[in-house]
């Protein structure tokens, strides 16, 4: 049997009105009163019928994330902290792949459209702030640093510093020798771009030179693409004694093309990540990364989405830093 709110307000002897008061979270309700009812509501298993309560404030209740690729093990893990923070707070999430490609993100933004979502978590690649600009009125945050300054609020971690941090993470272990992989030339590289940057920093702090022959492009930032970049790397008969991989997934592909030319990590090479997804925990060795506060990153959009829905949908754009730390592992450290 499905209780309704006059169920729980006979139970806790309370008008209606004071139960949907205590339900959609008014300050104005004295501790002894909300305290009954929250006990009601536990007693009865109530249960708010969200459709209902949308239908009157004219929302549909769903938002979307739309993110470049479900593969790669960053965007599934960050999809994870953001529909938990969405249900936390009543709302259902509908989840888009772009592939990372102008009109598939053309259509996240607009083709999704009124009507079916309330707002839209994103983190576009290809298309520019002046695209993304009035694109439908849509509320809406963006993720990762493609579009900055942006033309809405805007979720992300300092790049330059978490590179720059990992980079003297393998100098402080008297790595002198340091690759990049992972570089990127496309518009769309904007983060390859900043990780690059606190990277070439990292080394100028150090006073060690800046090698181009070091930097390993990546097309993409799969584990093949990490592998290849460094059997590249390797045939090239450039000396290096570490690795620096733009994401994990990279990381993972040098692992292994490190191993197939019979290469020690990190005894002849050390290798660090980017993103501290789960794989790198459990890799042989365990993988040293940067970790962003993926859980603390999904909870920011969505908070700033439903306030961006809620409130005031002219005010200014914000822009929230996220933290991170630097996770040291096996493949830095050893054993």
């Not at 004295?30 to 708010?48: C, F, W």
């Not at 592998?227 to 994401?247: H, K, T």
């Not at 959009?301 to 439903?306: F, P, R, S």
Request: net charge negative; hydrophobic share 45%.
């Amino acid at each position: 049997m499905r209780h309704r709110l006059k169920d729980v307000a006979e139970k806790a002897g309370v008008s209606v009105k004071t139960v949907s008061n205590v339900v959609n979270g008014y300050q104005h309700v004295r501790p002894t009163t909300r305290a009954r009812v929250e006990q009601a509501i536990a007693e009865l298993n109530y249960r708010p019928n969200l459709s209902a309560r949308n239908l009157r404030k004219g929302r549909t209740g769903v938002i979307a994330l739309a993110v470049p690729e479900l593969d790669i093990p960053y965007f599934a893990e960050l999809a994870r902290h953001v529909v938990v923070a969405a249900a936390e707070l009543g709302w259902t999430v509908l989840i888009d792949q772009t592939d990372g490609g102008r009109e598939q993100e053309r259509v996240a933004a607009t083709g999704i459209g009124d009507h079916l979502i309330d707002g839209l978590i994103f983190s576009p690649l290809a298309l520019t702030a002046d695209e993304l600009v009035g694109l439908d009125g849509t509320p809406m945050v963006l993720l990762g640093e493609r579009v900055d300054p942006g033309p809405a609020d805007h979720v992300m971690i300092d790049n330059v510093a978490a590179a720059h941090e990992i980079t003297s993470h393998l100098i402080g272990l008297g790595r002198r020798r340091i690759a990049a992989v992972g570089s990127q030339r496309d518009p769309e590289g904007a983060s390859a771009r900043l990780r690059l940057a606190g990277y070439r920093a990292a080394l100028a702090a150090a006073g060690l030179g800046y090698d181009e022959r070091l930097v390993a492009p990546a097309p993409a930032w799969h584990r093949a693409d990490g592998a290849a970049a460094v059997r590249g790397l390797l045939e090239s008969g450039v000396r290096f004694d570490a690795v620096f991989c733009f994401n994990d997934t990279l990381a993972l592909g040098a692992l292994r093309a490190l191993h197939e030319h019979g290469l020690r990590v990190p005894g002849d090479v050390a290798v660090a990540g980017f993103d501290d997804i789960e794989d790198g925990r459990f890799s042989i060795p365990t993988l040293s990364t940067i970790a962003p506060d993926k859980e603390r990153i999904g909870r920011l959009a969505v908070e700033l989405l439903v306030d961006r829905i809620e409130g005031d949908r002219a005010a200014p754009p914000r822009a929230l830093t996220a933290p991170y730390r630097l996770e040291p592992r096996e493949s830095t450290l050893g054993r």
